[in-house]
């Protein structure tokens, strides 16, 4: 039972790596391609309306699909009861905001994103039906098909029907149309896949243990979309379509790769974690070995974001665009504390406190709500900065928590932060240095950014190299596991430097 729990989860992280990195180069060059096409107004409408369809999608959701990935036991009436009741929340939704769309273009002083919204409703149904079967195939750890259906769901959308239409001068539409075209591919490949029961069944028996956990992941849901959303949701009323555009590009890029490695990654570690709940000392070591994994690894990597976010943002999308670079650099730095915040959530879940999570983030919707009401209306780098200091607040309540329910303590968690400093601190002095050089050669931001890059990322590669020990243990472990295929040699020198281990699985399954 634990060396299969071990193979499906090492299976899982590996396809959700994959699934990560080309999801990725498919998500930075459609938007870059439809940026420059559409422009920041275009961007800025979508955005608006996209604020208020990730609103509905968690309300047509309301949790009763993830009573599937969390319950130790499955029949056929879990499934059957939690599609008919997706369905019926879905359509709710979806008719709720449709009639609402002309009152919710009123409070963003827009009217042009009232038909917009109304057309984006639809996906408020298709979501909702989707995800029974995404569940079923996290529960089983199917994360494989899961990558798929996200990749070929993101194709079909945004190059297949986004890219021509944007081409053709469709505008906002461009987006409404690519984004309805992935949520229908992705509900017809995972129903494929699955072809879960879609006989109705409104109430039986094991119903209320279904209902239980719906209502605690709506809730937690609730104050998840408030904390993430509210940013856009006040910078859209006190300034402008062009103000959010430029706004959201910032945060799209910060997030791109956050989100990706959060939605692939939370599901597996929550669904193994459901299988775990009993052995919290292997619990425990896997959370430290994420943690070790997010701040020595990780980490880094967003702080030379962060550093050659400006001339980035002038490579990629143009001088129309360039108010976007401080809003990219800011919320890179906060991605890690995002990153540490999705991957606590789980410990929690999976120790009896799942209801914690909505409880300890209230205090904190009420400060970034305060905050924002203030400021909001000084421009989009003030907004990014509560952003950021939202997200480390968070990380800090809940990462807190779930330490103290696996008895994890400062002493554990004080090499992985100085060691994640070192690595973020000598990421930022090379990038810099380089980009002082690449300068010299003229106006233009590519060779500042060529030269911040690659002078960072070169002396990270060096740094470790000569100072294994930098890394740790724990990290080298789960880079010898998880990273695309390293040189053996290469494995061997750091190991041997860091007296790696597994530390969640037997050497021998690894390589079976």
């Not at 396809?15 to 961007?43: D, H, I, K, S």
């Not at 079967?133 to 190059?159: E, M, P, T």
């Not at 400062?410 to 690449?438: E, F, I, K, T």
Request: proline content about 4%; charged content about 10%; overall charge positive.
């Amino acid at each position: 039972m634990s060396s299969d729990i071990n193979k499906k989860s090492v299976s899982a992280v590996k396809w959700a790596a994959m699934g990560t990195v080309l999801m990725f180069g498919l998500q930075l060059v459609t938007q870059v391609v439809l940026a420059r096409l559409l422009g920041p107004e275009n961007y800025g409408l979508f955005a608006m309306g996209l604020i208020v369809l990730t609103f509905s999608n968690f309300l047509a959701d309301f949790g009763f699909s993830w009573g599937l990935v969390q319950n130790r036991t499955l029949s056929e009436e879990d499934v059957r009861f939690t599609v008919t009741w997706q369905a019926l929340t879905g359509l709710a939704a979806m008719s709720l905001l449709f009639f609402m769309a002309p009152w919710i273009a009123a409070y963003f002083k827009e009217p042009r994103i009232a038909p917009v919204i109304a057309w984006m409703s639809l996906t408020c149904l298709l979501n909702a039906l989707t995800a029974p079967g995404s569940s079923l195939l996290r529960r089983a750890l199917d994360f494989r098909w899961l990558n798929i259906i996200q990749v070929i769901s993101y194709i079909v959308g945004y190059l297949l029907v986004g890219l021509p239409l944007a081409y053709a001068g469709a505008g906002v539409w461009t987006l409404v149309c690519a984004w309805l075209g992935q949520a229908s591919t992705a509900l017809v490949l995972t129903y494929a896949r699955t072809r879960f029961s879609l006989k109705p069944l409104l109430w039986y028996e094991g119903a209320r243990r279904s209902t239980n956990v719906g209502v605690t992941v709506f809730v937690t849901n609730l104050c998840n979309w408030c904390l993430n959303n509210m940013d856009r949701v006040f910078l859209g009323r006190f300034l402008n379509a062009h103000a959010v555009g430029v706004y959201a590009v910032g945060y799209n890029l910060a997030n791109t790769p956050n989100s990706l490695f959060l939605s692939a990654l939370q599901p597996a570690f929550l669904a193994t974690g459901a299988k775990l709940q009993d052995d919290l000392p292997r619990l425990r070591d896997t959370y430290l070995s994420v943690l070790a994994t997010i701040w020595i690894i990780i980490l880094p990597l967003f702080v030379l974001l962060a550093m050659t976010a400006p001339d980035l943002i002038g490579v990629l999308y143009g001088k129309v665009w360039q108010e976007s670079g401080i809003v990219l650099s800011i919320l890179a730095l906060a991605m890690p504390a995002y990153i540490t915040w999705g991957m606590s959530t789980p410990i929690l879940w999976n120790t009896g406190g799942k209801h914690l999570e909505s409880l300890l983030q209230l205090p904190l919707i009420v400060l970034a709500g305060a905050a924002l009401v203030l400021w909001a209306g000084q421009g989009g780098a003030v907004v990014a900065m509560i952003a950021a200091g939202t997200l480390l607040a968070r990380a800090l309540v809940v990462g807190s928590v779930a330490c103290l329910r696996l008895q994890v303590g400062p002493g554990d968690l004080a090499p992985l932060a100085a060691r994640g400093l070192a690595m973020g601190l000598l990421a930022a002095a090379g990038s810099w240095g380089g980009a002082m050089l690449g300068s010299l050669g003229g106006s233009h931001p590519l060779p500042a950014f060529l030269g911040g890059a690659l002078f960072g990322g070169l002396t990270l590669l060096l740094a470790v190299l000569a100072w294994p020990e930098l890394l740790g243990a724990r990290a080298v472990g789960m880079l010898a596991r998880f990273s695309p295929p390293l040189p053996a040699r290469v494995v061997s020198y750091l190991r041997a430097r860091c007296g790696a281990r597994d530390n969640l699985l037997d050497t021998r399954e690894l390589h079976e």
